[in-house]
């Protein structure tokens, strides 16, 4: 009876291993929805990296910082005047801060960047991800969805943008929304990864504006 009563219960913790394994991997894969692919009747346009920019603001209890990340490339593609699949890359090399000067400014830029030594992992570590981007998954009712890989990570985000148009031109325009920063491993000064802080944190939050204009490739 004892040897029957331990095969039963190895074989239920068998089954319920492989049964969590597997809703993991589905869990896995409903994070990260495949990317929206364009009709025939979609037009291309080609994103102007120097006219668009990406907008953050991050925060802590004795004050705030905000700044521009520039873009290098991107796609949207566009059906009677509406975003059907598109993605988008930017340069953390580019991260700008815009309230600071002087040798303020070089030094948070550099502890944003990465290119402290021995700071280099405590934001975006830019020499070993120089990189992010986007890739549409969805939109509906003005509600973009997507892919945001940083530093390697991909985690689904959604904000709401309008489009407009002038000519060939085309400009996006998302609302500020947040990211939670550690959810691709960005934890330096988070409380909620280190609660022994005090108040001496910086918010887990990242508000982020997007701002793309392309042009009828």
């Known amino acids: 009876m004892k040897s029957t009563f331990l095969k039963i219960t190895l074989m239920a913790f068998i089954t319920v291993g492989a049964f969590s394994c597997k809703n993991t991997e589905k869990d896995a894969e409903a994070m990260n929805a495949e990317a929206a692919e364009a009709t025939e009747m979609a037009t291309e346009y080609s994103v102007d990296p120097a006219a668009s920019q990406i907008m953050w603001e991050g925060a802590k209890p004795t004050g705030k910082h905000h700044g521009t990340i520039n873009l290098t490339s991107g796609t949207i593609f566009l059906n009677n005047g509406k975003a059907e699949a598109g993605n988008f890359a930017f340069d953390m090399n580019s991260i700008n801060v815009e309230d600071l000067e002087g040798e303020d400014k070089a030094n948070l830029e550099a502890h944003l960047k990465g290119t402290v ?101």
């Open 117 to 217: 030594e021995g700071k280099e992992g405590d934001f975006f570590n830019v020499k070993e991800f120089p990189t992010a981007k986007f890739e549409m998954t969805g939109i509906e009712n003005n509600m973009v969805k997507g892919n945001l890989t940083i530093k390697d990570k991909t985690n689904v985000v959604e904000f709401p943008a309008t489009v407009t148009m002038d000519g060939d031109k085309m400009m996006l325009k998302s609302e500020p929304f947040e990211i939670d920063r550690t959810k691709w491993g960005v934890n330096y000064g988070s409380k909620s990864i280190f609660p022994s802080l005090g108040d001496k944190f910086i918010n887990d939050a990242i508000i982020v504006t997007i701002s793309l204009v392309a042009t009828k490739a």
